[in-house]
């Protein structure tokens, strides 16, 4: 897969599988209503090309007030459903609480978009320094690969390392090395773990 890659852009072209064309259906509602948002987690690796399932898209959003939160449910309600809420009330009450929203087609649960706000330092790290993608000339953006690395090491489950391991092999030469350093602090991630699942050592 050939990249133009900087700190702040990738740019490449591929063919979309039908997730992908769900997750560009769904954000183009989030460009509409002007809303910010950062895709985080497996849905990452997959779409660089990672060969393994998901059901669900995790993002990140902006904070928003209520008057933008219904007009985005108003844009949405022809082609998506809520899944734990049927009201625009209701669901921002449920947001502002700090309860993710899950939205999906409306003749089907799966996939679905979970829709996260933002709790942590690094949740709104992730949105302020999210990285622009152009595919196919369609936009959208991710978290920084290093804080996904990172993150990923974290949670430490079998499936959360392999999607590192592969984040890490497919960007290798255009991570910036201390900032993925960096990240692994802050998540609590040791050297020492880094090296043993990613199979190398961290210069």
């Not at 700090?98 to 829709?115: M, Q």
């Not at 201390?178 to 040791?190: D, I, Q």
Request: proline content about 2%; charged content about 35%.
């Amino acid at each position: 897969m050939e990249m133009n890659y900087t700190s702040k852009k990738i740019i490449f072209n591929k063919e979309l599988r039908a997730i992908d064309e769900f997750v560009f259906s769904f954000i183009s509602y989030l460009d509409k209503a002007k809303i910010k948002y950062v895709i985080i987690s497996g849905y990452v690796g997959l779409f660089f090309g990672r060969n393994r399932n998901t059901e669900d898209i995790d993002l990140f959003v902006e904070d928003l007030n209520f008057e933008r939160f219904a007009e985005f449910w108003n844009l949405i309600s022809s082609e998506f459903d809520c899944l734990n809420a049927t009201e625009p009330k209701y669901a921002y009450d449920s947001l502002a609480n700090e309860v993710a929203l899950r939205f999906h087609k409306k003749d089907s649960f799966i996939p679905n978009i979970e829709f996260k706000p933002l709790k942590t330092d690094i949740d709104r790290y992730s949105l302020e320094k999210r990285v622009e993608i152009v595919c196919n000339s369609k936009r959208l953006y991710f978290s920084p690969l290093e804080l996904q690395i990172a993150f990923k090491l974290e949670l430490g489950s079998e499936k959360d390392e392999e999607d590192a391991r592969f984040l890490y092999k497919v960007f290798k030469e255009h991570l910036n090395k201390p900032l993925l350093s960096e990240m692994l602090e802050k998540l609590n991630v040791s050297n020492k773990k880094f090296e043993m699942i990613i199979g190398e050592k961290l210069e």
